[in-house]
């Protein structure tokens, strides 16, 4: 029998003590594997420990049973074509399975595994191997990755049963190497039987039996009727084609001694996938559940014997390859999806005949809520959706129906956007917060003047997002101002939004807080540094009740403390400053620190 499958099945039928299960649980009688051949197995009992007393062999450690094997079942294949290998071995999910995949040609010198997996099954995985989960498991812890073999090269499988609780398990070769040689993947000359290993196909199909054997005179074919073989009537030709289950025998008549061959024939049921329904959708960031769809597929159909997949193209059905995921993140607009319904024990068993529109309708993603400014004074500024979509109505709590509006007032603003189709309804808002913005009001302008260099921080009535700078300086977050010189400045302050700017005009001379006209030659007079950066300005000084006891200019910059050449009694004296703007207004000077004391 020739099959060009892209799966190669193993179909492991459940143990039971009356069957014909090919089944080894030691190396040394591990089962060979051809690339047709199906193999009925599970596991029956412990057997040897093919590991020596070992606790560990790779990723495997000691059962229950304190060795590595507790329910094992052996297999042995050689490779040959080079290429990418793969398998799964898949089982009920309530059951634990552990392998280990040796390159070896003798039991007695297996070496580490090259593949190997022991992770427990808590998450009810109903498959593991190596390879790409059949369910389409991304990252599947079950999972090992993939293997490239080359021709001569042979193989020891073991799948061990920790949970010992088992009903029997499936393998499936998968990979690259079973695309480019369908027929010589794995070497058959291992097979030593004439009717070669047990063969499976699907329902519907014909297994063609061969016997062909040199000097033969004769065949008669056989049947087991499970109460022993009973001759099939009329077969006695070299090759017989088989459509129904069961083990045959085969009776090759020579000239001295007769050649008996038995071989077990399985056919898998051929799935019928049933029609689904057309789905529309919205648009979201989270994607269509395909899986939703399992049940329509299905119908009565068991989704434990049968498996359910989704694919962009027929032809990737057909071949059972490139899944798409669920949740699937559809694009906008109608899109094809073909489903492909496989029998899980024999993926060649399928059916890719339905598939089903998709209408993704476009709901664009608004983002989140957003909070705009407008300014005090007859402000205004533009909220909704820069980029609209001519396919989508837009509608606002205010009642209007653009993407876009003008808002002047502060409020809440809740835009709306819809696309319907049918009976499905996209519908997503936006909530947009408008808040007035604070236009800033200076409050003072604290200018340290002792010291040549000042100090000046600007306090505000009310704090908000204002931005500060002095002069031409460029604007800064900061309200401090350090290491400002003598003279005219004008402080700017201006909303971070652009709703407007102030300014204040401010005057900074140095000063000493005290001064001590005692004659030592310390500090003997009052003066102000920096008067001649003003234009005209005139100093004034005076007495706690406010009586003018001196008054200068900028060619008299100082102050002996004296008024009518006699000295004034220890006490504070306050000061005014006058000056000439650019523009030639005479002004005086605000926020000036006007006091000092004078001391003996």
């Given at each position: 029998?020739?099959?060009?499958?892209?799966?190669?099945?193993?179909?492991?039928?459940?143990?039971?003590?009356?069957?014909?299960?090919?089944?080894?649980?030691?190396?040394?009688?591990?089962?060979?594997?051809?690339?047709?051949?199906?193999?009925?197995?599970?596991?029956?009992?412990?057997?040897?420990?093919?590991?020596?007393?070992?606790?560990?062999?790779?990723?495997?450690?000691?059962?229950?049973?304190?060795?590595?094997?507790?329910?094992?079942?052996?297999?042995?294949?050689r490779i040959g074509a080079s290429g990418q290998l793969g398998f799964n071995i898949q089982h009920r999910p309530e059951e634990d399975w552990d392998f280990a995949l040796y390159r070896a040609t003798d039991c007695s010198n297996l070496g580490e595994p090259v593949r190997c997996n022991f992770f427990d099954n808590r998450e009810g995985a109903s498959a593991t191997g190596v390879g790409e989960d059949p369910n389409g498991i991304a990252d599947s812890v079950q999972y090992e990755d993939w293997l490239t073999v080359t021709p001569g090269e042979q193989y020891y499988l073991m799948v061990n049963n920790f949970s010992?609780?088992?009903?029997?398990?499936?393998?499936?070769?998968?990979?690259?190497?079973?695309?480019?040689?369908?027929?010589?993947?794995?070497?058959?000359?291992?097979?030593?039987?004439?009717?070669?290993?047990?063969?499976?196909?699907?329902?519907?199909?014909?297994?063609?039996?061969?016997?062909?054997?040199?000097?033969?005179?004769?065949?008669?074919?056989?049947?087991?009727?499970?109460?022993?073989?009973?001759?099939?009537?009329?077969?006695?030709?070299?090759?017989?084609?088989?459509?129904?289950?069961?083990?045959?025998?085969?009776?090759?008549?020579?000239?001295?001694?007769?050649?008996?061959?038995?071989?077990?024939?399985?056919?898998?049921?051929?799935?019928?996938?049933?029609?689904?329904?057309?789905?529309?959708?919205?648009?979201?960031?989270?994607?269509?559940?395909?899986?939703?769809?399992?049940?329509?597929?299905?119908?009565?159909?068991?989704?434990?014997?049968?498996?359910?997949?989704?694919?962009?193209?027929?032809?990737?059905?057909?071949?059972?390859?490139?899944?798409?995921?669920?949740?699937?993140?559809?694009?906008?607009?109608?899109?094809?999806?073909?489903?492909?319904?496989?029998?899980?024990?024999?993926?060649?068993?399928?059916?890719?005949?339905?598939?089903?529109?998709?209408?993704?309708?476009?709901?664009?993603?608004?983002?989140?809520?957003?909070?705009?400014?407008?300014?005090?004074?007859?402000?205004?500024?533009?909220?909704?959706?820069?980029?609209?979509?001519?396919?989508?109505?837009?509608?606002?709590?205010?009642?209007?129906?653009?993407?876009?509006?003008?808002?002047?007032?502060?409020?809440?603003?809740?835009?709306?956007?819809?696309?319907?189709?049918?009976?499905?309804?996209?519908?997503?808002?936006?909530?947009?917060?408008?808040?007035?913005?604070?236009?800033?009001?200076?409050?003072?302008?604290?200018?340290?003047?002792?010291?040549?260099?000042?100090?000046?921080?600007?306090?505000?009535?009310?704090?908000?997002?204002?931005?500060?700078?002095?002069?031409?300086?460029?604007?800064?977050?900061?309200?401090?101002?350090?290491?400002?010189?003598?003279?005219?400045?004008?402080?700017?302050?201006?909303?971070?939004?652009?709703?407007?700017?102030?300014?204040?005009?401010?005057?900074?001379?140095?000063?000493?807080?005290?001064?001590?006209?005692?004659?030592?030659?310390?500090?003997?007079?009052?003066?102000?540094?920096?008067?001649?950066?003003?234009?005209?300005?005139?100093?004034?000084?005076?007495?706690?009740?406010?009586?003018?006891?001196?008054?200068?200019?900028?060619?008299?910059?100082?102050?002996?403390?004296?008024?009518?050449?006699?000295?004034?009694?220890?006490?504070?004296?306050?000061?005014?400053?006058?000056?000439?703007?650019?523009?030639?207004?005479?002004?005086?000077?605000?926020?000036?620190?006007?006091?000092?004391?004078?001391?003996?």
């Amino acid at each position: 029998m020739q099959i060009a499958p892209n799966y190669i099945t193993l179909l492991l039928l459940i143990i039971s003590v009356a069957g014909y299960a090919q089944v080894s649980s030691d190396c040394s009688t591990a089962i060979p594997i051809c690339y047709d051949t199906p193999i009925n197995g599970g596991t029956n009992g412990f057997g040897a420990d093919d590991f020596n007393g070992q606790t560990s062999s790779g990723c495997l450690e000691a059962t229950t049973t304190g060795a590595i094997e507790s329910n094992s079942a052996w297999y042995y294949f050689r490779i040959g074509a080079s290429g990418q290998l793969g398998f799964n071995i898949q089982h009920r999910p309530e059951e634990d399975w552990d392998f280990a995949l040796y390159r070896a040609t003798d039991c007695s010198n297996l070496g580490e595994p090259v593949r190997c997996n022991f992770f427990d099954n808590r998450e009810g995985a109903s498959a593991t191997g190596v390879g790409e989960d059949p369910n389409g498991i991304a990252d599947s812890v079950q999972y090992e990755d993939w293997l490239t073999v080359t021709p001569g090269e042979q193989y020891y499988l073991m799948v061990n049963n920790f949970s010992n609780n088992n009903d029997g398990f499936s393998i499936q070769f998968t990979g690259q190497i079973f695309t480019t040689n369908p027929y010589d993947a794995l070497d058959c000359d291992i097979l030593d039987n004439i009717l070669g290993g047990p063969k499976v196909a699907c329902q519907g199909e014909i297994v063609t039996l061969d016997a062909t054997t040199e000097d033969a005179t004769g065949y008669n074919w056989f049947i087991n009727t499970n109460s022993g073989y009973q001759q099939i009537t009329g077969e006695h030709d070299a090759i017989l084609e088989v459509t129904g289950d069961g083990t045959y025998r085969v009776e090759v008549l020579t000239g001295s001694e007769n050649l008996i061959s038995d071989v077990q024939v399985s056919f898998s049921a051929v799935p019928v996938a049933m029609a689904v329904q057309d789905e529309v959708v919205c648009q979201n960031e989270i994607g269509f559940s395909l899986t939703d769809k399992d049940a329509e597929v299905l119908g009565a159909q068991s989704a434990e014997a049968f498996l359910v997949s989704y694919h962009s193209t027929l032809s990737d059905a057909n071949l059972g390859i490139n899944r798409l995921e669920s949740p699937y993140l559809t694009n906008p607009g109608e899109e094809i999806i073909y489903v492909r319904l496989t029998n899980r024990l024999n993926p060649n068993c399928y059916d890719a005949s339905v598939q089903f529109e998709l209408n993704t309708l476009v709901s664009p993603d608004l983002g989140p809520d957003e909070t705009a400014l407008i300014c005090a004074n007859n402000g205004s500024v533009q909220i909704g959706v820069d980029n609209p979509d001519s396919s989508i109505n837009y509608s606002w709590s205010t009642g209007e129906v653009s993407p876009i509006i003008t808002v002047t007032t502060p409020g809440t603003y809740i835009l709306t956007t819809e696309n319907s189709f049918g009976n499905v309804n996209c519908i997503r808002t936006k909530v947009f917060t408008v808040e007035e913005s604070i236009i800033p009001e200076i409050q003072d302008i604290v200018v340290d003047d002792f010291s040549f260099k000042a100090t000046v921080t600007v306090n505000v009535v009310e704090e908000g997002d204002f931005q500060y700078r002095i002069d031409d300086e460029d604007f800064k977050e900061t309200a401090v101002f350090e290491n400002v010189l003598p003279g005219l400045h004008t402080i700017h302050i201006r909303d971070a939004f652009g709703c407007g700017v102030v300014r204040e005009e401010i005057v900074v001379m140095g000063f000493m807080p005290f001064f001590t006209p005692n004659g030592d030659g310390n500090n003997d007079v009052w003066q102000i540094y920096g008067l001649e950066e003003l234009s005209n300005p005139v100093v004034a000084i005076f007495d706690r009740y406010g009586k003018l006891l001196k008054q200068f200019g900028p060619n008299d910059t100082s102050w002996d403390g004296t008024y009518n050449n006699v000295l004034m009694p220890p006490t504070d004296f306050w000061f005014s400053l006058q000056y000439e703007n650019d523009q030639g207004e005479r002004r005086t000077a605000k926020y000036i620190q006007n006091h000092f004391a004078l001391k003996l």
